[in-house]
């Protein structure tokens, strides 16, 4: 079975902190994923990686950056965390079974951050 | 860029009906189309998929149906049951090396004893 772990399940931090949430899988898959689900928007890409200290920019990357010094392990950073940040925060992994089968993306549990 | 579109945001249907859930994408090069499914308090976990060259896929009492001209596809819930509660989310993917999928918004099922 695919793990995905993330350090924390709730995060509580105040406005200005530098804010770090760690997320490591165990299937040594090169592609991974950090997403922030909010009510009625669904998931949104906030930055990727495709490999080792390889980082891409998703769909909302304003207010945060990330680390991948090594291919278990993909970090989020919010360098100084404001209220509107609150959020759940996925991790995720892609599995690629092949050109007949497609991929399947495994989650973490999620990381839900409150800024006060 | 792809934008995924997902309807209804809120479905409610009795037990043993059937429950149906549209989503609309906008990049005809995408070509690889998943459902996940996230119950209460728990990690979104994939439930179907269905690639550009078929256009149906069963398994069991859920199948996806896929319309690449219209570009829209569905998921279709049959003889729903109290455990089909959660939330559903349609992707689109150009499943390509490091792609990503882009999600639709969500649709909260409640299925009512």
């Avoid at chain 1, 080792?52 to 680390?67: A, T």
């Avoid at chain 2, 179907?48 to 009492?61: A, H, L, M, P, T």
């Avoid at chain 2, 959660?86 to 792609?99: E, I, K, L, T």
């Amino acid at each position: 079975d695919v793990k995905v772990t993330q350090s924390s399940r709730y995060l509580v931090k105040r406005t200005g902190e530098k804010v770090f949430l760690e997320c490591v899988q165990d299937m040594d898959h090169e592609n991974m994923f950090w997403y922030r689900q909010d009510p009625g928007l669904g998931l949104r890409l906030i930055y990727f990686s495709y490999d080792v200290k390889m980082k891409e920019k998703g769909d909302i990357p304003e207010g945060y950056s990330v680390s991948r010094e090594k291919k278990e392990r993909f970090s989020l950073i919010l360098e100084s965390a404001s209220t509107n940040q609150t959020s759940m925060y996925l991790c995720a992994t892609l599995a690629e079974w092949g050109q007949t089968k497609g991929t399947e993306a495994f989650f973490g549990q999620g990381t839900r951050l409150t800024v006060v | 860029g792809e934008n995924v579109e997902q309807h209804p945001s809120t479905l409610s249907v009795q037990e043993g009906d059937s429950a149906v859930i549209k989503c609309t994408y906008s990049d005809s090069a995408s070509n690889y189309f998943p459902w996940y499914k996230q119950e209460l308090g728990k990690r979104p976990q994939l439930i179907i998929d269905i690639r550009s060259n078929v256009g149906e896929k069963k398994d069991q009492r859920i199948a996806v149906t896929l319309n690449k001209t219209a570009k829209h596809f569905s998921l279709h819930i049959t003889e729903t049951q109290p455990e089909d509660s959660a939330v559903y989310f349609c992707a689109a993917s150009m499943n390509n090396y490091g792609q990503n999928f882009v999600f639709g918004p969500g649709t909260r099922l409640s299925v009512l004893p």
